[in-house]
């Protein structure tokens, strides 16, 4: 016969394979519905913001020019990086330039940068707000420097990646705008 101990000890060494998948069924990660998502249109030159399912917030952005397109394609947000300095990259059009510290107005990174192609592609502020809705940039997605911070914040409080869909068309999935 066995002891009220071992009766207990074989208890809790029989569920012990069990908890962790209640847990995880319980507690597991938000339906894709649910989940945070950002959609860009490169012809409408928007960024939406899809939180549970439906529009939570429309940005207006700059996309690539034609010669320095935005590429399309899946991709999830990296590395947030605030206030940053603009480092000019090994390409013939950026050859006479400096690099620029954060906040200085001619960086033309202004108050964040979200990777999501690194490491040449990310959404950024701009120093360039007129150039919002048109094809101006090397092919980053622009933003006004105010939102893109904000844009930022939401991605951080989402858990720091989100999925990200870059297409030439906007969404055909119908959608209500939140705010």
Not at 39 to 44: F, N, P
Not at 123 to 129: A, F, K, M
Request: hydrophobic letters at 40%; aromatic letters at 6%.
């Amino acid at each position: 016969m066995l002891g009220p101990r071992r009766v207990r000890m074989g208890v809790l060494l029989g569920l012990t394979p069990i908890v962790p998948l209640l847990a995880w069924a319980t507690l597991g990660s938000a339906p894709a519905d649910r989940a945070m998502r950002l959609e860009v249109s490169i012809a409408a030159r928007t960024l939406k913001v899809i939180e549970n399912g439906r529009v939570a917030k429309t940005y207006a952005v700059a996309v690539g020019r034609p010669e320095n397109p935005t590429p399309r394609g899946s991709f999830r947000t990296g590395k947030i990086d605030w206030n940053p300095w603009w480092r000019p990259p090994r390409v013939w059009w950026a050859r006479n330039k400096t690099a620029q510290p954060p906040g200085d107005p001619d960086n033309p990174i202004q108050g964040v940068k979200i990777f999501f192609k690194p490491p040449d592609y990310y959404i950024h502020g701009t120093n360039d707000p007129a150039s919002i809705g048109r094809a101006a940039s090397r092919g980053c997605i622009r933003m006004t420097e105010g939102d893109a911070k904000n844009l930022a914040r939401r991605i951080r409080s989402a858990g720091g990646s989100v999925p990200l869909r870059i297409s030439m068309t906007p969404s055909v999935m119908p959608q209500q705008a939140l705010a």
